[in-house]
């Protein structure tokens, strides 16, 4: 979170325990990259000189918990970002190589290709 607060040039006070509990009570399928992305998200939606808070988690993290999270619709819609977050970080672990990803999520590589196409990713 340092990292992101610093990069980024905001004043952020830390991370409220709750905010601390859901995040360790996470399974974390994405590992270290998706916490990153977590935390870099999490200082981005964030005020200047206030903590972080469960409400400015994803979804995907607190809808696990069932905390109540900033991201709210349809559940189409809500699914559609959380398997986008899945690809993208597949993509990044495996450095852009889309027949390493489609293998990975039980996809073929056109099947693939035509998903994130429908999820707008390129």
Same mark, same amino acid.
């Given at each position: 979170?340092?990292?992101? +607060?610093? $990069?980024?040039?905001?004043?952020?006070? =830390?991370?409220?325990?709750?905010?601390?509990?859901?995040?360790?009570?996470?399974?974390?399928?994405?590992?270290?990259?998706?916490?990153? %992305?977590?935390?870099?998200?999490?200082?981005?939606?964030?005020?200047? @000189? &206030?903590?972080?808070?469960?409400?400015?988690?994803?979804?995907?993290? @607190?809808?696990?918990?069932?905390?109540?999270?900033? $991201?709210?619709? %349809?559940?189409?819609? &809500?699914?559609?970002?959380?398997?986008? %977050?899945?690809?993208?970080?597949?993509?990044?672990? %495996?450095?852009?190589?889309? $027949?390493?990803?489609?293998?990975?999520? =039980?996809?073929?590589?056109?099947?693939?290709?035509?998903?994130? +196409? &429908?999820?707008?990713? &390129?």
């Amino acid at each position: 979170m340092n990292y992101f +607060a610093e $990069t980024s040039e905001k004043a952020i006070q =830390g991370i409220s325990t709750e905010a601390m509990d859901v995040l360790g009570e996470y399974n974390w399928p994405g590992n270290v990259r998706e916490l990153m %992305h977590v935390m870099e998200r999490a200082v981005a939606l964030s005020e200047e @000189g &206030r903590e972080i808070t469960p409400d400015l988690l994803p979804e995907p993290i @607190g809808d696990s918990l069932g905390v109540e999270t900033q $991201t709210k619709g %349809h559940l189409k819609a &809500r699914v559609a970002e959380f398997e986008k %977050h899945i690809i993208q970080d597949v993509i990044e672990k %495996h450095a852009g190589n889309i $027949t390493q990803v489609a293998e990975e999520l =039980g996809l073929t590589r056109d099947g693939l290709i035509k998903k994130m +196409a &429908r999820l707008k990713m &390129r």
